[in-house]
């Protein structure tokens, strides 16, 4: 009976190291490339607005790449912070995107809702970040989407309203629907 249970725990152990290298070493066999993070600004009516890239490590210039904007909630957020919480950048090598992590102005996102009307045009920023990124790093600007949480996922809910000719699919955490009569100005 011992020697059985012995059996059993050796074969438990090499079936987590296997999972152990694949995990850590790729579906080839090889140690995946790390990603890359850059920072990157855009104009948009006069205002300087900044965001930050995640790219695979084993980035090519001439592949197509879907891009996926992530946008971060009101308050002490920001793309670094979203990017840390969610793990994104741990996401890019092996499903092969381009992670766009903007920051809002002042803190917060311009959602269409009165409370936050102070910060900028986002939804010409949101489209400006896209066309950087699909220019500078060859991301395919068909296959662009967009996801938020709290005021960041209200924000991807106006973009569904506004910018249906630049995102293909919009995702909200955390955020109260709202229709587009509200955000629409």
Do not use: K
Request: hydrophobic fraction near 45%; charged fraction near 15%; proline fraction near 3%.
């Amino acid at each position: 009976m011992r020697v059985i249970g012995g059996v059993i725990a050796f074969v438990l152990l090499l079936a987590v190291v296997a999972l152990f290298a694949f995990h850590r070493f790729g579906r080839a066999g090889t140690e995946a490339a790390a990603a890359t993070m850059q920072e990157r600004a855009v104009e948009v009516h006069g205002d300087q607005r900044t965001f930050s890239v995640c790219l695979p490590g084993s980035y090519s210039p001439g592949r197509n790449y879907p891009i996926v904007v992530l946008l971060h909630g009101g308050g002490i957020g920001s793309g670094h912070l979203i990017a840390m919480q969610t793990g994104i950048c741990d996401y890019v090598e092996r499903d092969q995107f381009i992670a766009v992590l903007p920051n809002a102005q002042f803190g917060h996102w311009n959602d269409g809702r009165a409370s936050t009307a102070s910060s900028g045009d986002d939804v010409a920023f949101l489209r400006a970040a896209v066309r950087t990124v699909a220019s500078e790093f060859g991301a395919d600007p068909s296959r662009a989407f967009i996801a938020g949480i709290s005021n960041g996922g209200m924000m991807a809910l106006r973009m569904a309203c506004e910018a249906t000719d630049t995102f293909r699919a919009y995702a909200a955490v955390v955020a109260p629907s709202q229709s587009c009569a509200i955000v629409s100005r």
